[in-house]
């Protein structure tokens, strides 16, 4: 006799497969009675799936969408697909803040099966990323190990490449991962130091447990402190725009991790940022795709239009094509 577990498992992946099922059909496929059928009808109801029924001896079962999320029935390819999805959504920034993300692919690689985990495994060791403008992107199996290091809540040995290409190796208490729309930053309490800092989790070379439990004491709001440390970093160069948009417009386009922003009038924003030469800083503003006044300083304005005149030559000119 197959168990009450295998056979509601076996019911949720018949019924989407189509759009109507008799309680006769059922109870034929799955070698068991009407009745039993339609107790275990019951029981997924119980659990959260919408399973319309309609009477009659022509009347049958459907699958339909449900008031909260029930437990779901994917096969391999199926995993591996959300697996694949949520992945990328985590690592472009398509969702926003992307916890989200994580935190559910997290959930679905610690029950995958071996073999699609090998085969997830795989796909992030072939598939190749372009680098964005701004750095170096994090590998998505970091991602996870830093994510579960926090879900775990246990004290982790961190080796970390600084930005001048420094290596250390300290033991930390992980707390939060943080996504500011360009990069990951790891939000961890420093033992040795005691006191809790920021890493970018794309220099985390390697992340241990230690098998001792974290002690988050008085832990801080991870996103300002994600967002002080990164104001608090001292570029060599700082440029002036304004931006014809409000100010909540404003930030949706320049993060306030990446620029200061201050009101000017109702419907523009001036916003500081902070980057190592003009170049740099011409390529971030000619990214955002959105009409901007450089204010200053004038090599910021020079790199900008020399980029725009490269970018129109590029392409014609505005000359007519024969």
């Known amino acids: 006799m197959i168990s009450t577990s295998a056979r509601l498992l076996r019911l949720v992946s018949l019924l989407p497969t189509r759009p109507v099922w008799t309680c006769h059909e059922l109870a034929e496929r799955m070698a068991v009675t009407g009745r039993t059928v339609r107790r275990d009808i019951a029981r997924l109801r119980d659990l959260g799936y919408c399973i319309e029924s309609d009477p009659g001896p022509w009347g049958g079962y459907r699958l339909g969408g449900g008031t909260r999320v029930p437990p779901l029935l994917l096969d391999d390819e199926e995993a591996l697909a959300v697996a694949v ?41 072939t598939f190749v990323h372009t680098p964005r403008p701004e750095g170096s992107r994090i590998s998505p199996g970091m991602l996870l190990e830093l994510a579960a290091a926090c879900r775990r809540g246990e004290r982790t040995r961190l080796s970390y490449r600084d930005h001048a290409g420094r290596d250390s190796v300290r033991e930390v208490d992980p707390y939060r991962l943080v996504y500011t729309g360009l990069r990951w930053y790891f939000v961890a309490r420093d ?90 800083l011409a390529r971030y503003l000619l990214g955002l795709g959105t009409p901007l006044r450089v204010l200053s300083p004038d090599g910021v304005r020079e790199a900008l239009l020399r980029r725009t005149r490269e970018l129109s030559e590029d392409n014609g000119g505005g000359r007519s094509s024969p």
């Open 191 to 280: 033992v040795a130091g005691d006191q809790w800092r920021t890493f970018r989790a794309d220099r985390v070379v390697r992340a241990e447990p230690t098998g001792r439990p974290a002690e988050l004491v008085d832990p801080p709001d991870p996103a300002l402190l994600v967002s002080r440390g990164i104001a608090s970093v001292v570029y060599p160069l700082y440029g002036r725009v304004r931006l014809p948009h409000p100010m909540d417009q404003a930030l949706r386009l320049i993060p306030p991790t990446i620029g200061t922003h201050h009101p000017d009038g109702p419907d523009a924003t001036i916003v500081e940022i902070g980057a190592n030469d003009a170049d740099q």
């Open 85 to 125: 999805a949520l992945r990328e959504a985590a690592l472009s920034g398509v969702l926003g803040g992307d916890q989200a993300a994580v935190s559910a692919l997290l959930k679905l690689r610690q029950v995958l099966p071996p073999r699609i985990a090998d085969r997830l495994g795989e796909m992030d060791a």
